[in-house]
């Protein structure tokens, strides 16, 4: 049976793939614990032991690594939530079919991007 004639992945298909997800995830929560604590830290600590001008300095600088933290943890949150609704997906069976086409996605792609809900293909097309 061809990818073309299947409608949906086999229960050991999903399985391999929440394994996968689930993987992802907790790396994925991991690396925002440590975002958030980094957050937290600069946002108590401060600058003590600098003065005069070099303050201001390192102020902006401070200012800047924060929102650049701030962006890369609302990312990684972002990302989260795109893997808890693939393990959604993966529970009500709708796990790898194209919300654009109706296919199934291909399993390279779900390996490379396990919480799409669009084949390569759909996704090219929308943005021509």
Known sequence: MSNEEKSRY??????????????KLEKA???LKILK????????????ATSGNTKV?????????????????ARQQK???????ALVRIKNGTYGICSV???????????A???T????EAKLSQQN
Do not use: M, W, Y
């Open 29 to 31: 929560r991991g690396e």
């Open 10 to 23: 086999t229960d050991e298909e999903l399985k391999e793939f929440e394994e996968l997800i689930n993987e």
């Open 101 to 111: 086409t109706g296919k199934l996605i291909s399993k390279e792609r779900l390996r």
């Open 57 to 73: 300095l390192e102020d902006g600088a401070d200012t800047a690594e924060r929102e650049n933290l701030s962006q890369l943890a």
């Open 37 to 48: 604590e980094t957050l937290n830290k600069s946002n108590d600590e401060g600058t003590d």
């Open 113 to 115: 991007v396990p919480h």
């Open 79 to 85: 990302f989260i939530i795109n893997l808890e609704n």
């Open 117 to 120: 809900t669009q084949s390569i």
